[in-house]
């Protein structure tokens, strides 16, 4: 978490009076991390750029760390009941 709060104090276009990173909660399924800053542009197209950098970035500093970050994972559970085939076969 070091290494986001550098980048964020280090970035030009990060404002620096309102970002944080905390380790803010252990849920159930996850370690969950916020990362929270205001980007000093008023354009649209701008702040996705800066945003893209700033997450590449973060990916970057969580390799150099030794680690990864995993991705969202969802289950789905698909049940035939016999009633249901039935009517499709009719």
Same mark, same amino acid.
């Given at each position: 978490?070091?290494?986001? @709060?550098?980048?964020? +104090? +280090?970035?030009? @276009?990060?404002?620096?009076?309102?970002? @944080?990173? /905390?380790?803010?909660? $252990?849920? =159930?399924?996850?370690?969950?991390?916020?990362?929270?800053?205001?980007?000093?542009?008023?354009?649209?197209?701008?702040?996705?750029?800066?945003?893209?950098?700033?997450?590449? /970035? $973060?990916? =970057?500093?969580? +390799?150099?760390?030794?680690?990864?970050?995993?991705?969202?994972? /969802?289950?789905?559970?698909?049940?035939?009941?016999? +009633?249901?085939?039935?009517?499709?076969?009719?």
């Amino acid at each position: 978490m070091d290494g986001v @709060r550098d980048l964020f +104090s +280090s970035h030009e @276009r990060v404002l620096q009076d309102n970002h @944080r990173v /905390r380790f803010k909660e $252990i849920a =159930d399924d996850a370690l969950l991390v916020e990362v929270y800053a205001y980007l000093d542009t008023k354009e649209w197209a701008i702040f996705l750029e800066l945003a893209e950098e700033l997450n590449m /970035r $973060i990916l =970057d500093i969580v +390799s150099q760390a030794g680690t990864t970050l995993s991705p969202p994972a /969802r289950t789905l559970f698909i049940e035939q009941t016999n +009633s249901a085939r039935t009517a499709a076969i009719e």
